[in-house]
């Protein structure tokens, strides 16, 4: 019964990644009401997400997932491949660049992801979140006045949202330590 049911979830899964669309499931919670389920393996999400991309090398949310993936278990070097390709095929995506920002900085490759943030400015100038990034950057190197700079540009930036929040919240902390 369970091989059935994770033939139509593939099948479905397929019928939706076609559409362009990608729909992502949460990992089971291992509760009391899926005591039967079997438990998320990202192998075979992998596999099918390697497939799709192949067919589509520009589709965002495939290098997105995949390299959410990669990060959660851990494989930061494949991550940063997956987004890479994704840049090399297409310079001009924001959601990419941003993501390769974040696995660079994870890998302690400040400088690369200091470049793919500003990057991420050059294409969509005043981005919240690239301007979130790049204070962080400036405060871990010691920069306070450069960090203060960028994260009020991400406050005034009238886009609010979670950067936003967090540029207003790393003010504050700021100015606490002073």
Known sequence: MSKHRGLAAIGAGLLIAAGGWLLLRPKPTGGADNRSAPAWNSTHEKVFLNEQLRRNPKHTPIVLRLAQIERQEGN??????????????????????????????????????????????????????????????????????????YWMSAV???????????????????????
Do not use: F, T, W
């Not at 005034?156 to 002073?178: C, F, H, T, V, Y």
């Open 76 to 149: 930061l070097a494949d991550a940063r491949r997956h987004l890479e390709e994704a840049v090399a095929a297409d310079g001009s995506q924001v959601d990419i660049r941003l993501e390769l920002g974040l696995v660079c900085s994870e890998l302690g490759d400040a400088a690369a992801a200091e470049e793919q943030n500003r990057e991420v400015l050059r294409l969509a100038p005043g981005q919240p979140d690239a301007l979130y990034n790049l204070g962080a950057i400036a405060a871990n190197r010691g920069d306070a006045r450069q960090a203060r700079q």
């Open 156 to 178: 005034g930036s009238g886009r609010g949202g979670d950067a936003a929040a967090k540029s207003l919240a790393a003010i504050e902390r700021l100015q606490a330590a002073r």
